[in-house]
């Protein structure tokens, strides 16, 4: 989460000619926000909407952001296990004033909420990359330059 996702995301697939595709969006453009969807119906019900809008966006030949969550479904990881994944990561210290205010349901106990839930996905991110970028000082432009790269070469890289 404040990673920079949709940022580089829509960078990327510019470059590449390709359409950008955010399942967060895809979800809020069906159903409404996420922050309702969970006040209204809970975590549960915005996982198997993601789902739906995760196996959509990956059907296609696109550069897709997917919330921070998405890989808690295995079905989306077996998906992802077939797709080039980049994964962008954050410290604590740059993620504070990315997530300060924010309407984000999860953190709503701030950044202690925030290291909580990415110590335990974590290890779902690094399972599925093939390329890890750490964003917290780094402009946006760059590390879309250094995605469309690794993407031309074809290989996995950990970095």
Not at 8 to 35: Q, Y
Not at 54 to 62: C, E, F, I, K, M
Not at 71 to 92: F, I, M, N, Q
Request: glycine share 12%; hydrophobic share 40%; charged share 25%.
């Amino acid at each position: 989460m404040a990673a920079g996702k949709t940022r580089v995301g829509k960078r990327v697939a510019r470059v590449l000619g390709v359409p950008f595709v955010d399942t967060d969006a895809l979800v809020v453009s069906g159903h409404g926000s996420i922050a309702n969807l969970f006040s209204r119906y809970g975590e549960g019900h915005f996982r198997a909407l993601e789902r739906i809008a995760v196996g959509q966006a990956l059907a296609t030949r696109a550069v897709v952001s997917l919330g921070g969550g998405a890989v808690l479904d295995p079905g989306t990881r077996a998906d992802l296990a077939r797709c080039r994944v980049v994964y962008l990561s954050v410290t604590e210290q740059a993620v504070a004033g990315r997530i300060k205010g924010g309407k984000r349901p999860l953190l709503a106990g701030g950044l202690s909420d925030w290291i909580r839930i990415y110590e335990l996905r974590r290890p779902l991110y690094e399972e599925l990359a093939g390329l890890h970028i750490d964003t917290s000082n780094r402009q946006m432009d760059s590390i879309a330059d250094d995605v469309v790269a690794w993407t031309q070469r074809g290989q996995n890289t950990h970095d």
